[in-house]
C-alpha cells in the first residue's frame, strides 16, 4: 500500500511549551457585550473586525472552517440588536445545522430561551406563527421559511437582519433566493450576512451568489492571514493508494466488453466516432442532450435505439467504477438494484438488456463466486483502529459518496474492538434502504458528541457545519471531485486542536481523476480567495459589480478596507487593543472588551428587490388568488407566481393542483411526470383527470417541459393517442408551457381571466375517487415486487381473496398462469419473512 503524505495548511506543528507560555503572558479575554453572557466567547480580532464590517452593509465572509462563523454572525445580531428593534433569522440548510446553531446561540446570549426558537416542518404550521411573534431569533432551515412566506404565515418586514449559512447554496433555485428577494423587497431596514468556507472556484458562482443575496461586501480571511493564523490547528493530509484486487480482474473484463459493444453500436449508428473506447460523463450528457434534440423534429427509431444505448453505457460505466473504487459487496448492492429495476413493471428496456446480457451475467455470476475484499475496506479498519487505540477518547469521521458503502464500511467496523460505528445518512428511502428522520439525526449526532458512538459513517448529509471538536481524524472512502464538498469534508477535524485528513485512492480508476480535479479546483478557489483578500483580480476572474472587497492585509485586524467605494451607511464593530483594528472602522472596543456602538449610525443597504410583474394592476385589491397544492411547493411556479404578483393560498388539495375559480381548477404534469404516468399504472392520470374534469367545470392540464417525445422511450404514436384520449374522452384541455416560469404566467392568465373579466372567485370543492374493492385488492397484491397488475389479477382470479393468495404456499403460487419459482418464492419471502423495522 503506497503512502504520499503532504499537510496543510503549510506551517510548522505547534511547539507545545512556547503555546504554554503564549498563554501565560496572554491571559484569555472574553467579549463583554449586554447580549452576550459573561465569559463565554473568546475575543478574537478577525472576528470582531468581520461583524464590524457585516454591520455596515450587506456582507459575505468567506472563513475557513472552525473559525467561528457563526461568531461573527452572533456578534452581527448582538450589534444590530443594539442598533434596532425587530428580530433576526439564521438559516441553515440541515435540521441538525440548525439545532447546533440554535444550542450556540441558547448557550452564549443574553436572551431567555422563549426569544431564540428553532422552526421545523414537524412543528404545525399554526405553531410557527405564533412562535415566530413571541421571537427575537429564529433558526430555522430555509424550506420552512419559504413555505411560511409562501402562505403568509410570517411578514419579514420587522427583520433587522437575516444570515445565510453555507451561504453558497445561494443559486438556482435554492430557497435562500426566494427568501432574499423578499427580505429585501418586504423588510423596513435589511441586512444580510452570508458565511461560508467554500464560495467555489467558479467566477460566475460567486457572482451569482453576491447577486441572489444582495451583497454590497465581500469579507475574506485565508488560514495564512496574521490575525488568523495563531487560531489555525495543524491538519495532516495524507493520500493512501491501494490496489484493485487481481482477483476482481475478470469480471471488470467482461463488463468492459459490454461497455465497448455498445459503444461500436452507437459508433455503427454514427453518434460516436469510430473505436471509440471510453467517453466520460460529461461526454455521455452531451450525447444524450443531442440526441434528445434530434428527436424534436420528429420521431427516429435509430435515435430512439441510440438513446438506450447511452443510458446502457451509463448503467455499465457506473458499475465498472463501484467495482474499482468500492468494492465486490457494493458491486452486488448495486447489481441487486439492476436486476430489481429490470425485473419491475416500470423498468427500463435498458437495464432489461442488460441484465440479459451474457457479458453482464458471467459479471454477475463471478461476483458471487469471487472470494476478495477491497483494500480500503482493510485500510478503514487498519486506519480506525489505530487511531482509536492510541486515543480511546477519539472521534473519527469516516465519508462514503455512496450509501451503500456506508452501510458496509458500519458493518466492517462493528468487527474491530474498540470501535463504536454508526451510519449517518439522509432522509430519503430508497430500495432496501431506509433514510433516517431529522430527529434520529440529532440524536445521533448527540451520540456520537457524548461517546455512545466514536465513529461516524457519513454520507453528503454530514460534509456542512458539523461542529464536532473532539474529531481528531476524518477519512475520505474515495476522493470527490468538488473542491467545496471536499473543503468541507476536511474542516470536519482540526477545529479545537490539530487532526488528520486521509483519503483513500485505489491506484488506476476514477479516484486519480477525481483527486486531480479536486486538488486543481482547490487551488484555483484558493486563488481566487486571495484576489478577492487583496481586492485584486485577473483575467482568471472578477470582483462583482457594484461589491467592494475586504482587505484582510491591512493592520492588525484585516482593515476592510474598499477597493471600491461599496453602499456603505456607516457603523459596524471593531477593536482597539493598544493596536490599530484597522482604517474605516467606526464601531471601537477597549481594552476589556466593551463593544461601544453609541456612535454607529447604521443604516444599511435597502436595495428593492424589483419584482417583475406578470401583470400590471392599479392596486393591491385587483391581484388575483391562486389555491396551490402543498406538494406543488418544490416545483417552483408558486414562487414565480408569488413574484409575479399573484397571491397564493397553500393547501392540501384533493383534487387539481392549482384552482384558480370556482370552476376552473389546472392540472400541472412536467413532460417526465406525464411519461411517467403512462408507463406506470400506479400513477394513473385518467383517474387524476376523471376527478378534476367530475368537479370542476373547466378542467385544464398544463403539460410543462419540451421532451414530450424524447423524455422516455414511447413511441410518439402511443403519446399522441393518451393525449388524444384525455381531450376527447375526458374533456379536458391541454396546455403546453416550456419551463415553471411560462407555467406560472400561463395560471396567472386564466386567474385573472376568471377573476377579474367574468367576476369569479376561487372555490375548494370535490374529492378524490376512492378505488373499488378489487382495485384495492389488486394494489395489495402488486406492491409486491416483481407482481404487476396482470399478474395480480391472475392470483386474485385463481385463489378468490387477497387472504387466500397470501395463505398459498410456493407450489400452489406456481400453478397460475405466469407464476415462476422465483416469483412464488418472492411472494413467500415478503409474506412470511421477519420484519426488521
Known amino acids: 500500500m503506497e503512502t504520499e503524505t503532504r499537510t496543510e495548511p503549510d506551517n510548522e506543528p505547534f511547539d507545545e511549551q512556547s503555546v504554554e507560555e503564549s498563554v501565560k503572558e496572554h491571559p484569555t479575554e472574553f467579549i463583554s457585550h449586554p447580549l452576550i453572557k459573561p465569559n463565554t466567547i473568546e475575543q478574537r480580532l478577525f472576528q470582531l473586525n468581520l461583524a464590524g464590517m457585516s454591520l455596515k452593509q450587506s456582507t459575505l465572509v468567506v472563513l475557513p472552517t472552525g473559525l467561528g462563523k457563526t461568531i461573527v454572525a452572533m456578534l452581527v445580531i448582538a450589534g444590530r440588536f443594539t442598533q434596532k428593534s425587530g428580530k433576526a433569522l439564521i438559516l441553515s440548510p440541515t435540521k ?6 440554535a444550542a450556540f446561540l441558547k448557550n452564549a446570549m443574553n436572551l431567555s430561551p422563549e426569544e431564540i426558537v428553532v422552526f421545523t416542518g414537524s412543528i404545525p404550521p ?29 411578514d419579514l418586514s420587522d427583520v433587522v437582519h437575516i444570515t445565510f449559512d453555507e451561504a453558497h447554496r445561494a443559486v438556482g433555485n435554492y430557497a435562500y433566493v426566494y427568501i432574499a428577494e423578499k427580505y429585501q423587497a418586504l423588510a423596513h431596514d435589511p441586512l444580510i450576512l452570508g458565511i461560508t468556507a467554500s464560495p467555489g472556484s467558479n467566477s460566475d458562482k460567486i457572482d451569482e451568489v453576491t447577486r441572489n443575496l444582495h451583497i454590497s461586501s465581500i469579507q475574506v480571511r485565508t488560514e495564512d492571514d496574521p490575525d488568523v493564523k495563531p487560531y489555525v490547528h495543524f491538519r495532516d493530509l495524507e493520500w493512501r493508494h491501494v490496489t484493485v484486487p487481481m482477483e476482481m480482474k475478470g469480471l471488470l473484463d467482461s463488463m468492459k466488453k459490454v461497455l465497448e459493444d455498445r459503444l461500436a453500436q452507437l459508433a455503427k449508428l454514427g453518434f460516436v466516432a469510430p473505436n471509440q473506447k471510453y467517453l466520460n460523463k460529461r461526454e ?17 427509431q435509430m435515435v430512439y435505439k441510440a438513446i438506450s444505448l447511452v443510458a446502457e453505457v451509463f448503467k455499465v460505466a457506473h458499475a465498472i467504477e463501484v467495482a474499482e473504487t468500492q468494492g465486490p459487496e457494493a458491486l452486488a448492492k448495486y447489481f441487486d438494484r439492476l436486476e430489481h429495476e429490470a425485473n419491475s413493471k416500470s423498468g427500463s428496456k435498458a437495464s432489461r438488456r442488460l441484465v440479459d446480457d451474457v457479458n453482464m451475467r458471467h459479471a454477475m455470476y463471478a461476483l458471487k463466486e469471487l472470494d476478495a475484499v477491497h483494500p480500503k475496506l482493510e485500510a478503514v479498519q487498519e486506519i480506525v483502529s489505530e487511531q482509536l487505540n492510541k486515543n480511546p ?11 451503500d458503502m456506508s452501510e458496509l464500511v458500519t458493518q466492517g467496523l462493528e468487527e474491530v474492538d474498540g470501535v463504536r460505528p454508526v451510519r449517518f445518512v439522509g432522509q430519503a428511502s430508497k430500495y432496501k434502504d431506509t433514510g433516517l428522520t431529522q430527529k434520529q439525526q440529532v440524536e445521533i449526532l448527540d451520540q456520537f458528541k457524548s461517546g455512545e458512538y466514536n465513529t461516524l459513517v457519513a454520507t453528503s448529509v454530514a460534509e456542512e457545519g458539523l461542529d464536532i471538536p473532539a474529531t481528531d481524524l476524518v477519512l475520505f472512502y474515495e476522493p470527490v471531485p468538488s473542491e467545496i464538498r471536499s473543503i468541507q469534508r476536511k474542516g470536519r477535524t482540526g477545529r479545537s486542536h490539530a487532526g488528520k485528513v486521509i483519503v483513500l485512492v485505489a491506484k488506476g480508476t476514477k479516484d486519480e481523476a477525481y483527486y486531480w480535479s479536486s486538488h486543481r479546483k482547490e487551488q484555483n478557489m484558493n486563488k481566487k480567495m ?17 461589491v467592494s472587497i475586504g482587505d484582510t492585509h491591512s493592520g492588525v485586524g484585516g482593515g476592510g478596507m474598499s477597493r471600491t467605494t461599496g453602499k456603505s451607511g456607516g457603523g459596524g464593530m471593531s477593536c482597539t487593543t493598544g ?6 472602522m467606526p464601531g471601537t472596543f477597549d481594552e476589556v472588551g466593551n463593544i461601544d456602538l453609541s456612535d454607529v449610525n447604521n443604516k444599511a443597504v435597502a436595495t428593492s428587490a424589483g419584482q417583475k410583474q406578470i401583470f400590471d394592476y392599479d392596486n393591491e385589491n385587483e391581484k388575483p388568488l391562486v389555491y396551490v397544492d402543498q406538494r406543488e411547493i418544490r416545483s417552483g411556479v408558486a ?58 367545470e373547466r378542467p385544464v392540464l398544463i403539460i410543462e417541459g419540451e421532451n414530450l417525445y424524447t423524455g422516455r422511450q414511447l413511441h410518439p404514436n402511443a403519446i399522441r393517442g393518451v393525449l388524444a384520449s384525455i381531450v376527447t374522452d375526458f374533456g379536458v384541455p391541454i396546455l403546453n408551457t416550456r419551463d415553471e416560469a411560462e407555467t406560472a404566467e400561463m395560471i396567472g392568465t386564466i386567474a385573472r381571466r376568471e377573476q377579474e373579466d367574468k367576476k369569479r372567485t376561487p372555490s375548494l370543492h370535490g374529492k378524490k375517487t376512492a378505488m373499488t374493492l378489487k382495485e384495492q385488492q389488486e394494489y395489495i397484491i402488486s406492491a409486491i415486487s416483481n407482481i404487476g397488475p396482470s399478474a395480480a389479477g391472475k392470483l386474485l382470479r385463481h385463489f378468490s381473496s387477497v387472504e387466500a393468495v397470501m395463505r398459498a404456499g410456493t407450489d400452489e403460487l406456481m400453478e397460475v398462469e405466469s407464476i415462476g419459482l422465483k416469483t412464488a418464492q418472492r411472494i413467500r419471502e415478503v409474506v412470511g419473512g421477519k420484519y426488521k423495522g
Open 579 to 584: 493596536e490599530s483594528g484597522g482604517d474605516g
Open 126 to 154: 399554526a405553531k410557527r406563527t405564533e412562535l415566530w411573534n413571541d421571537a427575537r431569533v429564529v433558526v430555522s432551515t430555509p424550506q420552512v421559511i419559504e413555505n411560511d412566506l409562501l402562505s403568509r404565515r410570517i
Open 639 to 696: 414562487r414565480a407566481l408569488d413574484r409575479g404578483g399573484v397571491d397564493i393560498v397553500l393547501s392540501t388539495l384533493e383534487v387539481g393542483d392549482y384552482i384558480v375559480s370556482d370552476r376552473v381548477a389546472i392540472e400541472r404534469k412536467t413532460d417526465m411526470d406525464f411519461l411517467d404516468s403512462i408507463i406506470d399504472k400506479e400513477r394513473n392520470i385518467f383517474r387524476q383527470l376523471s376527478d378534476l374534469a367530475r368537479t370542476y
Open 284 to 300: 455521455l450528457l452531451d450525447l444524450q442532450s443531442r440526441l434528445q434534440g434530434k428527436l424534436r423534429g420528429g420521431p427516429d
Open 393 to 403: 477518547d477519539s472521534r473519527v469521521i469516516i465519508f462514503t459518496n455512496y450509501r
Open 530 to 546: 486571495r484576489q478577492l483578500a487583496s481586492g485584486a483580480s485577473d483575467s482568471g476572474g472578477r470582483i462583482p459589480d457594484g
Open 96 to 101: 441538525p445545522l440548525v439545532e447546533q446553531h
